[in-house]
């Protein structure tokens, strides 16, 4: 938690101590408004395929990832930044227009938002429209299961399974983001998590092993995990792009410690785009990139063995 | 005193001593961890939200039509 003397802002750059009263200076200000996403571009596989997502996102972020590939505005002070004016009531009457299943809050850090989401999402719900949340879970348990109630799904960072790593690289530390993983998952929502993969960082195989070990325990095999290919940027553009092979490596250790469905993103990859039944094996959805190629769910089963799929296909 | 009085008072002290522990860690529990970022001084625990500002600090544009694709894409 910060402690925001008046005239200062918190870690976020956003909230600020205003003669005593904590204000939001985003809140209603997206810099980013896209509505172009496939939804599998969060990265989430295992809700609603196929369809667009309107994404949302405003400048600030209460971590500091030295690797962080949105920097450009999470980074950012508002002072320095261009928004929209763009209120609850219009960013939900603007997807409901144009016939969006769902809205993400994305790209930078939906927490430092946190009220511009809340109100966003609460009024979403009650016009039919999902909610998504794309974070790096660095929040505490009282705001998070109050934000939860009107959330679908969430693709949460668990970016190293080491407290020293989140301390030195990303100006925070690991409890808080194993706390929100885990009543997110309690909370009923569809959770898939990601792992950015950094070369000399957090690439060894006890790594890799320990992290899906963890997930597995705390959330469940059924959890999607996807590892991300990182591309040098911000403060870490001395480190190579991560390779095929290191993600190809990592997803098969996740798998042989009993994870249903691990994915690669950022690069190319046959297997690691597409999903398959955990208990037959069979191929369930194949992907090329964002694009789906075929869905041979039915009923979100499988249409060969009639396993149950975790994922919210409708 | 005898051996009983004496026992009993040993028993009174004690519940005396481990309740006020107890209300103590209560206590700290209650005010203390975890410490603030800036100052290291225990926090309370407490959820705040933040009022909105009616004026952006930076610039503001209108809204562009979504219909192109922004720069933000993920």
Known sequence: MCLIEPGQSGECRVRINIDGVLRTVVYGFPCSVNPYDPVEKKPLFHFLPGTRILSVATVGCNLHCLNCQNWEISQKNPEESTAAFLPPERLVQLAKRNRYLSIAYTYSEPIIFYEYTYDTAKLARKEGIRNVLVTAGYINPQPWKELLEYIDAANIDLKFISDDLYRRICSGTLKPVQNALVLAKASGILVEVTNLVIPTLNDKPEQIRELARWLKTNLGRETPLHFSGFYPQHKMRHLPPTSLKTLEMAREIAISEGLDYVYIGNVRSNEGENTYCPGCKGLLIERKGYTILQNRLKEGCCPDCSQEIYGVWK | ?74
């Open chain 2, 1 to 74: 005193m005898t051996r009983r009085k004496f026992i009993q008072k040993l028993i009174k002290t004690g519940s005396v001593f481990v309740t006020g522990t107890w209300f103590a860690r209560v206590g700290a529990t209650l005010c203390g961890c975890p410490e603030g970022r800036h100052t290291g001084l225990p926090l309370p625990r407490k959820f705040v939200r933040a009022f909105r500002v009616k004026k952006y600090p930076g610039y503001l544009r209108p809204l562009q039509d979504i219909s192109k694709q922004s720069k933000w894409s993920g």
